[in-house]
């Protein structure tokens, strides 16, 4: 199980995401383009019933290359219909007009389906994380509850952002307890991508549970004495010994964010009761905390506010809210649907 989602206000609605993949449109903001030559090919997909590993290994076996010589700056949701660049390190005779797109059968369900929006060559792999952002279409159905609240949220919520959780597609099926299992003492799993996917769902849960018990105790938008401090659009992070009224204006204005931790070796550099309390949670979820530590993981902290680029919604028929945002590396759009509406189930 992972760390339940606190909000700092009663959720309005109650409803159901993603009852289609169409529900859940994700594309990708590229922090670079393609130039038309080079070494590696770049190419957009599009997709929908498959997860991003499921085309990495397409790509791979199309190419006539090792799983390895393929990259993506970040994974996507399998049900959803979503917008991603890969890249590609191989021959330069390579021609996806010629690969052959996966058929629904025993590997790939009957309505999935992908195809290759665009492509060029480039000098460079796609590394990860390097986009600007994600735009998302989402369309929560079913609804029930109080409109007029809700409305008054969004505006609160694209005015001042909502508690930055990782999403539950961070966690996988099962990813949670399988690292718990691993990091106990457990078997290691044997691919590099595997082992990823398991820290990443250890360090996502610590991360939740501390920004849960901020949000409880009122404080998850708040700069304290001891914070290791996000200015807001950078991944620059300060210690903030202490809290002046300079300080706190700037965390009003969204200048700068506290921030939380993505647990691993090393300092986390924070102080007085932020360190108490994420000791805390350490000591409650000790086998993830010194797993990840014991892998050398290195420690490195995240805002714990997520605040919109952009968010505009519209109700286009009674019990059906369309959402449109536009949010930053990292950031999941389910953080702005959960804090607006409690899921009441998914197909």
């Known amino acids: 199980m992972t760390a339940a989602a606190v909000w700092p206000w009663v959720v309005p609605l109650q409803g159901r995401l993603k009852v289609s993949p169409e529900d859940f449109r994700v594309e990708e903001l590229p922090a670079t ?3 038309g030559a080079g070494e590696h090919l770049w190419l957009e997909i599009e997709k929908r019933g498959l997860n991003t ?3 990495a290994l397409w790509i791979a076996r199309s190419a006539g290359v090792g799983r390895g010589a393929v990259s993506y700056a970040g994974r996507k949701d399998r049900h959803a219909v979503t917008r991603q660049w890969f890249s590609v390190a191989c021959a330069p005779e390579v021609d996806p007009a010629s690969w052959a797109v996966p058929e629904p059968g025993d590997a790939i369900a009957a309505d999935a389906w992908l195809r290759v929006r665009r492509h060029a060559r480039h000098a460079r792999k796609l590394r990860t994380g390097h986009l600007q952002g994600n735009r998302f ?3 929560l159905r079913e609804l029930e509850g109080e409109p007029e609240e809700a409305e008054r949220l969004l505006v609160r919520i694209r005015a001042g952002g909502v508690p930055a959780y990782f999403g539950e597609q961070r966690f996988g099926h099962d990813n949670l307890r399988r690292a ?3 990091l106990g003492g457990g078997r290691r799993p044997r691919g590099r991508n595997q082992r990823s996917l398991l820290l990443s769902a250890a360090r996502s849960e610590l991360f939740n549970a501390v920004l849960a018990e901020r949000v409880r105790r009122g404080d998850w938008d708040r700069i304290l004495p001891g914070e290791r401090v996000n200015l807001a659009g950078s ?8 809290v002046d009224a300079e300080l706190e204006a700037r965390a009003a204005r969204l200048d700068v964010h506290p921030t939380g931790p993505l647990w691993g070796r090393g300092d986390p550099g924070t102080g007085g009761e932020v360190r108490v309390l994420e000791d805390a949670v350490a000591t409650q979820h000790e086998v993830l905390a010194r797993g990840l530590e014991a892998e050398g993981v290195k420690a490195a902290r995240r805002s714990l506010r997520l605040v919109p680029r952009a ?3 519209e109700w286009e028929e009674a019990g059906v809210l369309r959402l449109d945002l536009e949010l930053g590396p990292g950031e999941y759009a389910t953080s702005v649907a959960g804090a607006l509406m409690q899921m009441s189930g998914e197909d």
């Open 180 to 182: 718990e299992t691993w």
């Open 53 to 55: 590993e499921d085309v």
């Open 33 to 35: 383009l393609p130039e």
């Open 311 to 313: 968010l505009d919604w």
């Open 137 to 139: 279409c989402l369309r």
């Open 235 to 242: 991944a620059s992070v300060f210690t903030a010994k202490t």
